[in-house]
Structure formats: C-alpha cells, structure tokens
C-alpha cells in the first residue's frame, strides 16, 4: 500500500526541470500553476540563461525592454512555493524509469538523490564561437565584437551603460558592418543549418544604432534576409526606409587590419562583384550552437541527439516535446535554435504535455 502511495505521489507530483533558461523557467511556473512540487536545477548561479548572461537588452521586433519579459518570469518562479530551485547545480547520474526517476544532483556541498514523475530539458544553446571562423578576426582585432556584446554594450545596465564604444579607443564608431551566418549555414564548421535569429537580431541592433548615432552609417551583409517571425518583415523594411540602414547581398569574406583601420572584403552576390570595405566596428551574428550542457544532460540521461548535437524529439511533427526516452522531455533552444519569444511558448507548451502524461 505504502509503494503505490509513494508510487502515485512521484507519478503526480515532482518534476524536475534542468535549466534556468527562459524555457525552464516558464516551464517550471506553468507546471508549480498545476499544482506539481518542481525542482529547477540551474548550472550558473543566476537565472534567465543566456538572456541574462549576455544583458540582452531590447527584444524584436517591438523593442521592449528584455527586463519586462525576463524579470517576471524569473519572479513567478522565485516566489512560488511549489518550486525549489537549485543554482549552481548540476545533475550528475540518472536510474530508474518513469515515473519514478532517480537523479543525482549536484552542488558545491554535495550530492543528493531525488525521485522525480518526469523530467524537463530545457538546457537552451550557446553563441557559435567565433574564434573558430579565424579570417573574420574576432579576438586578433578589438573593435570585432559579436552580436551578444553588442546587446551588452547597448544595455544601459552594461560595462559602457549603454554607449557603443569601440573597445580599441573608447570612440563611438562612424561606420559599423554587420557580418550574418557566421557560424551557421556554413559546412565548413559543421553547422549547415540557420540560426533563425540572426537576421532579425542583425536588424534590430542596426535600428538601435542608428536611433542612438544617426550619423554613424551601418551595413549589413546578408545572404538571404530570413524575416519569418511576427512583424519581423516589417521591421526589415523599416530599417531599410526609416533608418537608412545598408543591406548588401553578399557574405563577408575577410577582416584585416592594417594602419588601425579595419577593413573587410565581401563577395556581393547580386553584382557578382567583391567588396572592399573601411570600417570602425565589425558585429559578427553569430549562430546559435548546443551548449554543453545539453550535450552533457543527453549523455547523463540516456536520450537522442541528432546530427548537430540538438536533443532529438521522438517525433519532430507528432511528438515534439518527447525524447527518445518515455517520461523525459524536450524543450526550446536545446532542440535547435529558437527566439525568446518561441522559448517562451516551448515553456508552456512542454509543461502542457508533462502534465497530461502524469494524469
Ligand atoms: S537567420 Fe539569418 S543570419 Fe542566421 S543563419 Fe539564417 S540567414 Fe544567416
């Protein structure tokens, strides 16, 4: 009698969500609504992901605030009762079947198991490194920073509050390129597909330059312009019209440096002519990669990645949410790249289908 009580406790009520990310988060507090005992176990010792690592600061295509969207979301969950977060933890070892998963966490004291009905990944992504793409120059010149520095810079909360500063000299660069696709729809290193993000991020970061510094010009290099989400189309258009932003077809080839001048060479697609360049800051839009501790999360649980290194669903069109394993699912950017906005309804959406499964 005892056993089938337990039994029907852990089938009902315990979930465990790995990963602080907007998902996990919105994940955890859908789930806690529902009346479900959730344990959010979170590597960093902050919350958000990479949202709040990189001091995202506005969010496309509306430019709100990322503060307005992250801040309640983290609140939900830090207030409620029904969910205790773990920080600075990881999950070491896995046994048992669902609904009763044994899992091992662990934090800077030690290590304790738990038993859970069903887990959650939602372990997110990590920027592409783009040291790896070594001809676009980022850390051999200063002044060629990547997308997510960008959001750091332009974040009034951040290291220059909000100015774009170069980092060589401090100044506010005149001229400003865009490099999209870097680390994504690129054979080379191993990451054919598209990042989904980088085209509207790209658009927004141009916008906000340009409202900040309107007499700085900005380019962007594009290979295609993948504008598919919710008003991203028109804040392209927008960007092209209002703000006198430049978009050139044709991918960035080359980054030199010579007499402290940067310099790039592209390929335009549309002329089929190459392009020399002179310009105070170069924004590489890296992609989107899994993280490790996606990797790490699918080795310990024993569930499918594909090709790329993404977790697996059971059924990309039917069974979106489920891993390869019964009881163990899948959400947001830890499946492929994702906006937050998307994340944000992976959240729901696998919280959702957690709790039809433990009915
Ligand atoms: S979203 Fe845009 S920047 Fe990112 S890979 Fe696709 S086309 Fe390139």
Redesign the pocket.
């Known amino acids: 009698m005892y056993y089938l009580l337990t039994r029907r406790y852990f089938k009902v009520k315990t979930v465990l969500v790995i990963g602080g990310g907007v998902t996990g988060l919105k994940a955890s507090h859908e789930l806690a609504e529902m009346g479900y005992n959730v344990s959010l176990v979170e590597k960093q010792d902050y919350l958000g992901g990479q949202v709040a690592k990189h001091k995202y600061y506005k969010l496309a295509p509306d430019m709100r605030l990322v503060s307005e969207v992250l801040d309640p979301v983290i609140k939900n969950v830090e207030s409620n009762s029904n969910i205790k977060v773990h920080k600075h933890s990881t999950i070491t070892a896995l046994s048992g079947n669902a609904p009763e998963f044994k899992v091992k966490i662990k934090n800077s004291k030690g290590e304790s198991e738990e038993t859970f009905g069903a887990i959650v990944v939602a372990t997110g992504f990590e920027h592409f490194d783009p040291t790896v793409k070594q001809e676009y120059g980022y850390s051999r010149f200063k002044d060629v920073v990547t997308n997510a520095e960008v959001e750091e810079l332009l974040n009034p909360s951040g290291p220059t509050k909000g100015e774009l500063k170069r980092p060589s000299d401090g100044k506010i660069p005149k001229k400003v390129a865009i490099f999209?696709?870097v680390g994504?729809?690129d054979k080379q290193v191993g990451n054919p597909y598209?990042?989904?993000?980088?085209?509207v991020v790209?658009t927004k970061q141009a916008i906000e330059i340009k409202e900040k510094y309107p007499d700085t010009e900005v380019y962007v290099y594009?290979?295609?312009m993948?504008m598919f989400g919710r008003g991203w189309e028109e804040l392209y258009g927008k960007a092209m019209e209002e703000y006198e932003v430049i978009f050139t077809r044709g991918r960035g080839a080359e980054v030199t440096l010579k007499n402290q001048q940067l310099s790039l060479r592209a390929e335009e697609t549309i002329m089929d002519r190459p392009i020399q360049h002179s310009v105070d800051m170069i924004i590489l839009?890296a992609?989107q990669a899994p993280g490790d501790g996606t990797i790490e999360a699918a080795k310990i649980l024993g569930i499918k990645q594909n090709e790329y290194g993404y977790l697996a669903p059971k059924d990309d069109f039917l069974s979106p949410n489920e891993s390869s394993k019964a009881g163990i699912f899948i959400a947001g950017a830890d499946k492929g790249p994702l906006d937050v906005e998307n994340c944000i309804v992976e959240g729901a959406a696998v919280a959702a289908k957690v709790a039809s499964s433990l009915k």
């Open positions: 999209q696709c994504s729809r598209c990042c989904r993000v980088g085209c790209s594009y290979m295609d993948r839009a992609g």
